[in-house]
């Protein structure tokens, strides 16, 4: 099971690396303008693990980009090599986006490029079709389906029987308690960045005797109520724990938590979460 952090800017890996000398498994999206592409295909090449491809269909469908087929198709050919492992232009979501995103990946496929099929309908034919026309090792679900444990159970279990040695990515979710029930080998989030830009960070806490550990703790502003897992750092009943933790993991205080700087480091406290998390998924396993 891997963990991708998705579209993180280049300084929070550089941060991982140079703290716990291991590499941030990433995601970027070719919808993303960023100037940082060279640094992750080849300048720091060495500070990141596995790097894999979105095609930024999503962001197309949004309306919040206007990357075209051509545009993926030509960047790929040039920089595909240097990817694990890249995603169909799977610009269409809805339920009845078949043939659009089929037709994608055929003129992918056609441009000598091998990407990654999405399915978006776990109820239809389309697994079904996929499996018994290409031969391919990896299979994505991209689904607003994918919201339910129920339906990601059934998607997985129709792959898994019909390609049993098919590896399954899961988009934009991390759901512990899914990962240990279901056999998929990846995902990518975005929640690392996210959380920590509204003030959150994760933690696992080991005296909890829930089998999910995680509780969501509020750094900074004001106290206010929280529900079930939540606390503000400033009254959170495993206080001394968490200040532990902090500072013989991050050498870090609560003062750079709330200081300049602050969220570079918060940031980096929750990618370790999901690091470590993807470690207790994968002991799980064993």
């Known amino acids: 099971m891997v963990i991708y952090i998705a579209s ?87 339920e009845d986006s078949f043939c659009d995103n089929l037709d994608s990946f055929i003129k992918m496929r056609a441009a000598g490029l091998d990407p990654v099929p999405v399915i978006h309908n776990f109820y239809n034919k389309e697994i079904e079709y996929y499996i018994e026309h290409y031969d391919f090792s990896w299979i994505a679900l991209g689904s607003e389906q994918s919201k339910r444990y129920e339906d990601v159970e059934y998607a997985v279990s129709k792959i898994k029987r019909l390609r049993p040695d098919a590896k399954i990515h899961l988009f934009g979710r991390c759901e512990y308690e899914w990962f240990l029930n279901l056999p998929i080998d990846a995902c990518d989030i975005t929640s690392a960045q996210r959380l920590a830009g509204f003030g959150y960070i994760n933690y696992w806490n080991e005296a909890s005797s829930k089998r999910n550990k995680t509780e969501r703790v509020y750094i900074g502003g004001r106290t206010k109520e929280f529900k079930g897992s939540e606390y503000h750092f400033l009254n959170y009943p495993y206080r001394s724990n968490l200040e532990k933790y902090l500072l013989e993991t991050f050498a870090l205080t609560f003062e750079d938590l709330v200081d300049y700087g602050a969220l570079l480091n918060l940031q980096l406290i929750n990618v370790r979460y999901y690091a470590d998390l993807e470690k207790r998924i994968n002991a799980h396993w064993d």
């Open 8 to 94: 993180p800017e280049m300084n929070l890996a550089e941060a991982y690396h140079a703290r716990f000398n291991e590499k941030l498994n990433v995601l970027i999206s070719l919808a993303s303008e960023s100037n940082e592409f060279y640094d992750y295909l080849v300048r720091k090449r060495h500070v990141i693990g596995s790097l894999i491809g979105d095609s930024g269909a999503f962001s197309v469908f949004r309306g919040n980009s206007d990357l075209t087929l051509s545009e993926v198709i030509a960047f790929l050919n040039a920089h595909g090599p240097k990817l694990d492992r890249y995603f169909n232009f799977d610009w269409n979501f809805e």
